[in-house]
């Protein structure tokens, strides 16, 4: 007689047949992957949580928010951070399309030089940079001489964080310009688009959920960046001092003033993220 209907897995042991009960083995693995699941989190997000309830118990936080100390520093780093975002959009974007797009001898050195200082200890880049543009540098010896100083300046707090945080919107701007096909920027050419309008109205748009993505990684680089800030641009309030200096200072002074600091950079860093996933959920829906 033939029996239509599901067939249960049977596993023969020692001469018995024993039926196997489906999905068992698959949510005991479920569960188990909690695990680690579970714990990165605790990692990630009891320090947050206990920075933001350290704070929200300081009395009278409100004056540590209108400290001069506070102030300088936010806003030393609101102008280098934007500066550095916009020279990464501009220089970057074509370094990353030529890198997604074309062929060409020296590749290899191109890609080496943009994924480098995304391994290089922050440390290394501030000795670096000093020899470069030092007053005995390769380069700043030279520029002394015409007077330039780039050392100690807010100059340079931008070039430590564009040769830091720049990188991190070039790999991620790549990654979007290579995932477009091709064969859409050729079929728009087709239709009678030019070069520069194919990558207007097709790359562009398709790429841009990474190139946010990209560009909001450069800010949080340049925001945080500390060690090659501090060897090549120092620590001198309302010239070189970035919020992530301040508050490494007022660690050695007033304790609570760093905790109060470093949460509303925290609060600040959440609202940017926000943002930043908002624009580029728009984009991918549209």
């Known amino acids: 007689m033939l029996v239509t209907g599901a067939v249960q897995p049977q596993v ?29 989190l605790a990692l ?28 300088d520093a936010l806003r030393l780093t609101v102008l280098t951070s934007s500066i550095t975002v916009g020279l990464a959009l501009l220089f970057g974007t074509p370094v990353a399309w030529i ?22 200890p922050p440390i290394v880049a501030g000795v670096a940079l000093l020899m470069l543009f030092g007053r005995m540098g390769l380069l700043g010896q030279y520029l002394t001489a ?4 780039i050392p100690f300046t807010t100059t340079a707090v931008v070039i430590a964080q564009v040769f830091t945080a720049t990188p991190f919107y070039i790999r991620t701007a790549l990654e979007g310009f ?45 925001v945080s960046e500390f060690g090659a800030t501090l060897l090549f641009a120092g620590n001198f309030q309302g ?20 905790v109060a600091m470093a ?17 580029q959920g728009a984009r991918e829906v549209t």
């Open 239 to 258: 010239r070189t001092q970035t919020i992530s200096l301040a508050i490494w200072t007022a660690m050695e002074a007033d304790l609570w003033e760093a």
């Open 146 to 149: 015409f007077g330039i100083q």
């Open 178 to 222: 290579a995932s477009v096909p091709v064969e859409l920027e050729e079929a728009a050419q087709v239709d009678g688009c030019s070069a520069q309008d194919a990558f207007r109205r097709v790359t562009l748009p398709l790429a841009l959920p990474a190139l946010v993505s990209g560009a909001t990684l450069c800010w949080a680089k340049a």
């Open 99 to 120: 890198l997604a797009r074309w062929d060409f001898p020296g590749r290899r050195l191109v890609e080496l030089a943009v994924g480098l200082p995304v391994v290089l």
């Open 12 to 40: 023969t042991v020692r001469g018995h047949t024993a039926r196997r009960r489906p999905g068992g083995g698959v949510r005991t693995g479920r569960l188990a992957l909690f695990v680690p699941v579970i714990a990165l």
């Open 263 to 279: 949460a509303m950079l925290l609060v600040v860093s959440l609202a940017v993220f926000i943002v930043a996933e908002r624009l």
């Open 44 to 71: 990630l997000l009891l320090p947050l949580i206990a920075l933001l309830i350290r704070a929200a118990g300081i009395e009278g936080i409100q004056r540590y928010a209108r400290d001069p100390f506070f102030l």
